[in-house]
């Protein structure tokens, strides 16, 4: 019933920022948890940042001190404002959301993804 749609992606130059958006189709409340992945060509999925319905964040070795994830409720919708991008951060970024159920599994709804390019 609710749908994660990434945007702000495209080609940078290294050193830029940028920032990446994911808008859910309703509250995000709801959620446990929300947070990016990347994958770059020939890599595994890699965790970006994780941010919890508290608050608590989470961030991958290779995005400390460079990237931060945010919240706002109100517009539903979670950033990754991204610093001093590297060749390397080259990657679909996807947008994920994880609901942990009462009763039956927990639930996991994915974004089609964003591409980040980063080159000179």
């Known amino acids: 019933q609710v749908q994660l749609v990434e945007s702000g992606g495209g080609l940078v130059q290294p050193g830029a920022s940028l920032r990446l958006s994911c808008a859910a189709s309703?509250?995000?409340?709801?959620?446990?948890?929300m947070g990016w992945y990347r994958q770059a060509p020939g890599k595994e999925r890699e965790l970006v940042a994780r941010?919890?319905?508290?608050?608590?964040?989470n961030y991958g070795d290779s995005v400390k001190g460079r990237f931060i994830i945010s919240r706002d409720n109100v517009k539903n919708t979670v950033y990754l404002q991204m610093a001093n991008l590297k060749p390397e951060d080259t990657a679909v970024y996807s947008c994920?959301?994880?609901?942990?159920?009462?009763?039956?599994?927990?639930?996991?709804?994915w974004g089609q993804g964003t591409l980040v390019t980063v080159s000179s």
């Open positions: 941010i919890g319905s508290s608050g608590s964040t």
């Open positions: 309703r509250s995000i409340f709801i959620f446990n948890a």
């Open positions: 994920y959301a994880r609901q942990v159920r009462s009763v039956g599994p927990d639930v996991e709804i």
